[in-house]
C-alpha cells in the first residue's frame, strides 16, 4: 500500500469511532493526488468503568502504524484507556472443493464421500479483513495521550498524564512502568505529561514533554524507573511577556523526532520550536505559527480552543516542518532558507489540479487584498492532525471531519 495515509473518524457523527485506511488509486498509479477508502472498521466500542462511574469514550486519540514485515499491514490504535493491535489484509482467492463441506458451507454426511478431492483456489473478489489480534488494557489509570512504536520493532511506549509503560506487542497482560511523576500528594501536583515519543535509532532513547514547556530525555539502560532524566530541555521564559496565559499556552501539545535522530520538534500553542539534541538551553530554531492570536488569548480562553492540541510533522528530508492552525489553516516552514507559507484546506481547493493559494492574516484596520481578518477566523474549523509522506512531497490534513491530501505541485 504505497503512500498509505490514515484518518481516525470520517465524520463527525462518527465521533471518530470507526478507523478508516486509504490506499493509492491502482487504476491510476502515477496519479498521487487520488486516493479510495482501502477499508473501514470499527475500532472501540464504548466502556463504562463502574468502579470510577466513569464512561470511557470509543473516540480514536492515536494511531501508529507498524513497520511492515509481510504481505498485511499492523496498526495500534488506542482511546482513552484501552489498545489494540490490528492486522489489515487482503484475501482474493478463496479455496473450493473441500472433503469434509459442501460447496455451502454444510459438513457432509461421512457416508456421502465417496472419493477424495484435493482443494483448489479460484479468484475472488477482493476483500479486505481487519482482525484486532491483541488488546492491551487495565494499564492506564488516566487518559492516554500517545503511543510510540520503538524502533526495536518489538516494543511501544503509552503514556497518560502521569505515567509512561512501556509494552512488548507479543505480550498483552503485563507492562513495565518506566515513568512515574505522580506525586504522594495529588496536592503538590504541578504539571502533566502530554506526549512521549521513541528516539528513530536508539531503542532506549525516548522523551516525553509536559503542561510546563519542558522535555525531558530519558535512557531505559540507566534504570528500569526513568526518574532521572539523561537531558532536560527548557527555554526560559521572558518575563516582560509573561501573562496569566503564559503557563497554558506553553504546554507542548506534540513533540517528534526528525528522521535522523539528531533533532526534535516541538509544540505549543503559539509556535514550533526546533531543539538540537546536544544543546538544552534553548531551542536553535523557532517559528511563529499564528502569533496574531496572543491578543485574542481571552476569548480563546473562555470558549476552550487555548487547550487545543496540535501536531506537528517533518517532512521525509528533515527540511521542512508543517503544523495545523485556525480556519482550515496550515503551515509550512522551510528551515533553509528560512521561508514558510499559510495554506487552506477546502473543498474548492481540492480539486485535481487545482493550486493553493497562499493565504495571510491582516492584524491591523486596513487589510490588504487576499489578507482575511483575524476578527474573521473560524475557530471552530481547525486542523489538529497532518502527517507529511515519509518519501514523496504528499501531504495529508485532517480538517473537522475531511481528510485532504495534498501534493507538490512540482510533481
Sequence with gaps: MPGATISSGASRKS?????????????????????????????????????????IEEKINKIR????????????????????????????????????KDEEGRVREPFRITALRVPVLKPMDLMVEASPRRTFANAHTYHINSISVNSDHETYLSADDLRINLWHLEITDRSFNIVDIKPANMEELTEVITAAECHPHHCNVFVYSSSKGTIRLCDMRSSALCDQHAKFFEEPEDPNSRSFFSEIIS???????????????????????????????RPVET?????????????????????DKFECCWNGSDSAIMTGSYNNFFRMFERSPRRDVTLEATREGSRPRAL???????????????????????FNK??????????????????????????????
Design 251 to 281: 504546554s507542548i501539545s506534540d513533540v517528534k523526532f526528525s528522521h535522523s535522530g539528531r533533532y526534535m520538534m516541538t509544540r505549543d500553542y503559539l509556535s514550533v520550536k526546533v531543539w538540537d539534541l546536544n544543546m538544552e538551553s
Design 356 to 378: 493553493l493559494r497562499p493565504r495571510k492574516v491582516g492584524t491591523g484596520g486596513k487589510r490588504k487584498k487576499d489578507e482575511i481578518s483575524v476578527d474573521s477566523l473560524d
Design 382 to 411: 481547525k486542523i489538529l492532525h497532518s502527517t507529511w509522506h515519509p518519501s514523496q512531497d504528499l501531504i495529508a490534513v485532517a480538517a473537522t471531519n475531511n481528510l485532504y491530501i495534498f501534493q507538490d505541485k512540482a510533481n
Design 65 to 100: 502504524w507498524l513497520p511492515q514485515q509481510n504481505a498485511a499491514h499492523f496498526l495500534l490504535s488506542t482511546n482513552d484507556k484501552t489498545i489494540k493491535l490490528w492486522k489489515i489484509s487482503e484475501r482474493d482467492k478463496r479455496a473450493e472443493g473441500y472433503n469434509l
Design 15 to 55: 465521533r471518530g469511532l470507526s478507523t478508516k485506511t486509504w490506499q493509492k488509486n491502482k487504476s491510476r498509479p502515477h496519479c498521487w493526488g487520488e486516493y479510495s477508502v482501502y477499508s473501514t472498521f470499527q475500532s472501540h466500542e464504548p466502556e463504562f468503568d463502574y468502579l470510577k462511574s466513569l464512561e
Design 287 to 307: 517559528y511563529q505559527v499564528h502569533e496574531y492570536l496572543r491578543s485574542k488569548l481571552c476569548s480563546l480562553y473562555e470558549n476552550d480552543c487555548i487547550f
